[in-house]
């Protein structure tokens, strides 16, 4: 199983950016799948996640701001991110989880990882 996390960059407050993983190995249409970040000196915190049936969760630092996506046909999980503030700037990984898992919060709740793509929002 391979995740492929892209699109990061360096941008200013206030703009948007639109992450990429593609996934090999499994399919994200029948499982729940997520996305998670990393910043500095900080813990892996959870985003964002959608569940085989669709439901998606959110933490409650980027509800309104950021969506959670997938295209079953390219295989691909996304997370639109809008309104970005120099507070999500971190290195931001995708996940997939178990077949017909939900959506959830639970990083354990993940066996497969793709490397990160850094996000940087400058001031």
């Known amino acids: 199983v391979q995740l492929q996390a892209s699109g990061g960059g360096l941008v200013q407050a206030g703009d948007s950016l639109r992450l990429s993983c593609a996934v090999s190995?499994?399919?994200?249409?029948?499982?729940?799948t997520a996305w998670c970040r990393q910043a500095p000196g900080k813990e892996r915190e959870f985003v964002a996640s959608?569940?085989?049936?669709?439901?998606?969760s959110y933490t409650d630092s980027v509800k309104g701001r950021f969506t959670i996506s997938r295209e079953k046909s390219k295989n691909g999980l996304y997370l639109q991110m809008n309104s970005l503030t120099p507070e999500d700037t971190a290195v931001y990984h995708c996940?997939?989880?178990?077949?017909?898992?939900?959506?959830?919060?639970?990083?354990?709740?993940?066996?497969?990882w793709g490397q990160g793509t850094q996000v940087t929002v400058s001031s």
């Open positions: 996940a997939l989880g178990i077949h017909y898992s939900s959506a959830t919060s639970l990083q354990t709740d993940y066996p497969y």
């Open positions: 190995g499994r399919s994200v249409g029948d499982r729940a």
């Open positions: 959608i569940g085989w049936s669709d439901t998606t």
